[in-house]
Antibody, heavy 122, light 116 residues
Framework: QVQLQESGPGLVKPSQTLSLTCTVSGGSISSGGYYWSWIRQHPGKGLEWIGYIYYSGSTYYNPSLKSLVTISVDTSKNQFSLKLSSVTAADTAVYYC??????????????WGQGTLVTVSS | QPVLTQPPSSSASPGESARLTCTLPSDINVGSYNIYWYQQKPGSPPRYLLYYYSDSDKGQGSGVPSRFSGSKDASANTGILLISGLQSEDEADYYCMIWPSNALGVFGGGTKLTVL
């Protein structure tokens, strides 16, 4: 059973870069067929898709965040990572990693990590 | 980005059915997209429930009871999540999602379902 776990600093200063890692266990990122994803949820709000990466390194980002986001994969560690630059208080959110699996046309996210709260504050 | 409209709240009694809606903007035809549904309980990550494209093209998440089902109302350009035989454990937030393109996934604002 595949499990995902986010890790990284819970507090980031404004204008700095938010960096998170998602460690995948119970399955290999390199096995292919899945899109490794980041989604965030602002406090008390809805969900926002950030982007995803295929094990080969192909990436897709939400256009609203594209210039600030980098998602990368380290198959040797079975991890993928998120970097969000020039953060502001508006980037305070719970960040989830999830596995995307295609349903012929588009993917669903399953499973999800437990999420990690990142607060942007000086 | 397209906006998927979900009613902020809905309620129903145990044993009844709950019909949750997700309305797409007029320039996006609901018939052309998989509609995804996720359930989120307080303090937990979202859980994938199902997707619906048509009666012959749909999928259920692992372990998701069959009393959760999807459909579409083309006349209203709306995706629907139907929960039959409501149980207290179904009280949660429900989010719909579509992919207007491979490079853009969009969630609805969510509906808080209360089981009275």
């Amino acid at each position: 059973q595949v499990q995902l776990q986010e890790s990284g600093p819970g507090l980031v200063k404004p204008s700095q870069t938010l960096s998170l890692t998602c460690t995948v266990s119970g399955g290999s990122i390199s096995s292919g067929g899945y899109y490794w994803s980041w989604i965030r949820q602002h406090p008390g709000k809805g969900l926002e898709w950030i982007g995803y990466i295929y094990y080969s390194g192909s990436t897709y980002y939400n256009p609203s965040l594209k210039s600030l986001v980098t998602i990368s994969v380290d198959t040797s560690k079975n991890q993928f990572s998120l970097k969000l630059s020039s953060v502001t208080a508006a980037d305070t959110a719970v960040y989830y990693c999830a596995r995307g699996e295609y349903d012929y046309r588009t993917p669903h996210f399953d499973p999800w990590g437990q999420g990690t709260l990142v607060t942007v504050s000086s | 980005q397209p906006v998927l409209t979900q009613p902020p709240s809905s309620s129903a009694s145990p044993g009844e059915s709950a019909r949750l809606t997700c309305t797409l903007p007029s320039d996006i035809n609901v018939g052309s997209y998989n509609i995804y549904w996720y359930q989120q309980k307080p303090g937990s990550p979202p859980r994938y429930l199902l997707y619906y494209y048509s009666d012959s093209d749909k999928g259920q998440g692992s372990g998701v009871p069959s009393r959760f089902s999807g459909s579409k109302d083309a006349s209203a350009n709306t995706g629907i999540l139907l929960i039959s035989g409501l149980q207290s454990e179904d009280e949660a937030d429900y989010y719909c999602m579509i992919w207007p393109s491979n490079a853009l996934g969009v969630f609805g604002g969510g509906t808080k379902l209360t089981v009275l």
